[in-house]
């Protein structure tokens, strides 16, 4: 079965210093692995994905993420937060292959602290 | 603003009355889906459509029923609802690359949801 885990429900850091959110996944095929933000109130953004190619993928608003096969992790990175980036962070993989379907992590609330 | 419009933004019903909740994209993208999300959980997928066809129901109760009329609308119909059921429904839609398993590489664009309540 396609599994995401996310270890982390809250992470808090400084404005301006770097942010990880980590992420470790358990499928059978290969991965497709997503990032998505949900900010209060509000449906859920996509952020990145990763399906094939380089293991270090850039998305929006600055963000990216570090596929690292041997340790099946997908963590999400910023170089310098921004107190704008404080949401809930979902990680997703796909479902079975040839689906549309996404399976969510339990996602990890992100504070970024002025 | 979302690609994805959703309707009404909150809906009050109780256990006896029949809703629905409303789904519009107009991104052209022929695959679109219905999430349930609680309260700090993440969104649980409900029903898959694929060329306005189902082609995923994740063992969703009768009393949730989904449609959809065209390749731009999505329905969820409501009967008879439970008080678990409260939470918030998102709608996805996505392109689909046929014929190619990087079809189902596509992202999901989102709503923002239709909180509901049942009384």
């Known amino acids: 079965a396609q599994s995401v885990a996310q270890p982390e429900d809250q992470v808090n850091v400084a404005e301006g210093n770097p942010l990880t959110v980590k992420c470790t996944y358990s499928?059978?095929?290969?991965?497709?692995l997503f990032w998505y933000v949900q900010y209060p109130n509000r449906g859920l953004q996509f952020l990145l994905k990763y399906i094939t190619g380089d293991n270090l993928v850039k998305g929006s608003y600055g963000f990216e993420a570090e596929f690292n096969k041997s340790q099946t992790s997908f963590h999400l990175k910023k170089p310098s937060a921004l107190v704008s980036d404080s949401a809930l962070y979902f990680c997703?993989?796909?479902?079975?292959?040839?689906?549309?379907?996404?399976?969510f992590g339990t996602g990890t609330r992100l504070t970024v602290i002025p | 603003d979302t690609e994805v419009t959703q309707t009404p933004k909150h809906l009050v019903m109780g256990m006896t009355n029949k809703k629905s909740l409303k789904c519009e994209q107009h991104m052209g993208h022929r695959a679109m889906y219905w999430y349930k999300q609680k309260a700090k959980k993440p969104p649980e997928l409900m029903f898959v459509y694929s060329y306005e066809k189902l082609s995923i129901n994740e063992s969703v109760p009768s009393r949730f029923s989904p449609e959809c009329p065209n390749s731009s609308l999505l329905n969820l119909h409501l009967h008879a609802l439970q008080p678990e059921d409260s939470a918030l429904y998102l709608c996805?839609?996505?392109?689909?690359?046929?014929?190619?398993?990087?079809?189902?590489?596509?992202?999901?664009?989102f709503g923002d949801g239709t909180r509901l309540s049942i009384l």
């Open positions: 997703a993989v796909r479902g079975r292959v040839g689906a549309n379907n996404l399976f």
């Open positions: 499928v059978s095929g290969n991965p497709y």
């Open positions: 996805a839609s996505s392109q689909v690359v046929p014929g190619t398993d990087r079809g189902s590489g596509q992202p999901q664009h």
